[in-house]
């Protein structure tokens, strides 16, 4: 359960930095998807960063992408050679993905997004949109993947007990 939870924090520690560090240099559109719908129109406008600029956070996205899946793979191999069944494997895997949803909806959405000005100061004029105040915002597409989560879990612990 620790190696379990390591990983875990660990993804999220990476994905928070590379949030972070991509935001800023990313393309408006791919960072105001997450942010609420009043922001996203007042901003849709908003310059985009030098090319450079974007093929780094371009880079650094698929870095997370990739960390992500070998987090998964090294979970999964690792609970084959400790002998996991199925059952065990799947909860593993979703201690891992609701771990990560947690610290997406308490530290990112509710304070990175709602409680800073992080995303106020590179989309400033955005400033005196209501939606830095919606707290809900993002409910039913948390909402979505929380209910997703479980059968996502069930058939990635079923290919790797393929490998068993």
């Known amino acids: 359960m620790i190696v379990t939870i390591v990983t875990a924090v ?3 520690v990476v994905e928070f930095v590379i ?7 990313a393309k408006p559109s791919m960072i105001l998807g997450f942010l609420p719908e009043d ?3 007042k901003a849709k406008n908003h310059p985009e960063p030098p090319k450079y600029k ?3 956070a371009y880079i650094l996205f698929i870095i997370f992408i ?5 987090a998964i793979v090294f979970l999964g191999i690792d609970g084959l050679k400790k002998d996991y069944d199925y059952w065990r494997l799947a909860g593993r895997f979703l201690l891992v993905l609701y771990i990560n949803k947690a ?3 308490i ?19 955005t400033a005196d949109c209501d939606g830095w105040h919606d707290r809900g915002f993002n409910n ?3 909402l979505k993947r929380i209910l997703g989560y479980p059968f996502m879990c069930l058939i990635t612990a079923g290919i790797f007990m393929l490998f068993k």
Do not use: H
């Open 103 to 105: 610290f997406d909806i």
């Open 39 to 41: 922001i996203r129109e």
């Open 107 to 125: 530290v990112q959405d509710q304070w990175l997004v709602m409680s800073t000005d992080y995303f106020k100061k590179i989309f400033p004029e």
């Open 19 to 25: 949030i972070l560090l991509v935001s800023p240099m």
């Open 10 to 12: 660990c993804l999220c």
């Open 140 to 142: 039913k597409n948390q």
């Open 66 to 70: 990739a960390s992500f899946i070998g």
């Open 54 to 56: 974007q093929v780094i």
